[in-house]
């Protein structure tokens, strides 16, 4: 059997990168978010089973990202990186709104593969928590500690995360799920009109994926998503676009392989420069890889 990397067959600075995927150790406690109908994802997945996925994905490497909002989360995808070279990147978790954040981020930004911070912000019951006075505060200090910041949110929070960003300017940002449109109910606007006037930020960056979970699980085709993939194409461009998996969550829809062929087919008429930029260069420049 072999257990190579994959990452080991090709120049590691090199390749398609899927810029969003997840690793964890079930257990119900830990993962009450996985509810009645998401059986599928209720068990570990782990390094070697991402492995066979990314040859069968022709991916080199992936950013790993959090998936529970603990330190020791962060411990151990950063524990696992520096092990595997395939993993280029952790999105850690990190207390952002703590007094104490500043000798936090000092702590964890001394790992070279900490390469950007999320807060699940789509879970918090405010609608306007990405707005809070301490959480900026937390946020203010990033940059100075070379870290970006991923925005996981739902459509309805579009308004308050481009002010958010209008707050941070010289701030990277990176845009996961293309901010979750209604897809499952067709529903284009006003998600097109808030994609459109975020994306004229230009140091946010966007992440193809997630689209499969938001659509029907059990229904959904490619011409449903197609006029969400076009919109984030025509606002964000090859430079600030990038693949992601959302793997394992979107084991709930799709598989992992089918996923990529579902980029790859949507990307298509683009040039091969620009295809290479949203299957790995995008993700190089946006998180330092």
Not at 167 to 183: E, S, Y
């Amino acid at each position: 059997m072999n257990n190579q990397d994959p990452s080991r067959t090709r120049d590691v600075k090199a390749g398609r990168i899927d810029t969003h995927h997840h690793l964890w150790k079930y257990s119900p406690e830990e993962y009450a978010w996985i509810g009645d109908g998401m059986e599928a994802i209720r068990r570990d997945f782990l390094v070697p089973e991402l492995q066979g996925l990314m040859h069968e994905g022709r991916i080199d490497g992936v950013v790993t990202v959090q998936a529970r909002q603990t330190l020791a989360e962060t411990d151990w995808l950063l524990e696992l990186a520096e092990h595997h070279d395939f993993m280029r990147a952790v999105v850690g978790w990190v207390p952002l709104a703590d007094r104490a954040i500043g000798a936090i981020l000092e702590r964890y930004a001394a790992h070279p593969k900490l390469k950007a911070v999320r807060h699940i912000v789509q879970d918090e019951p405010d609608d306007s928590f990405i707005l809070r006075k301490d959480f900026n505060a937390g946020v203010s200090l990033l940059k100075q500690f070379g870290l970006r910041y991923d925005i996981l949110i739902f459509e309805r929070h579009l308004p308050q995360a481009i002010e958010f960003v209008d707050r941070h300017p010289n701030q990277t940002f990176v845009l996961d799920h293309i901010a979750k449109p209604r897809i499952k109910d067709r529903a284009l606007s006003p998600w097109h009109e808030r994609i459109k006037e975020l994306a004229k930020r230009e140091n946010v960056y966007c992440k193809l994926s997630g689209l499969v979970t938001e659509a029907d699980w059990n229904r959904w085709t490619e011409a449903d998503l197609k006029p969400y993939i076009e919109t984030v194409l025509e606002c964000f461009g090859a430079k600030r676009l990038m693949f992601g998996s959302d793997w394992p969550v979107a084991l709930l829809a799709c598989g992992y392989g089918k996923w990529v062929g579902i980029i790859e087919h949507a990307i298509s008429a683009l040039s091969p420069s620009e295809q290479r930029l949203i299957l790995g260069g995008t993700a190089k420049s946006a998180y330092g890889l």
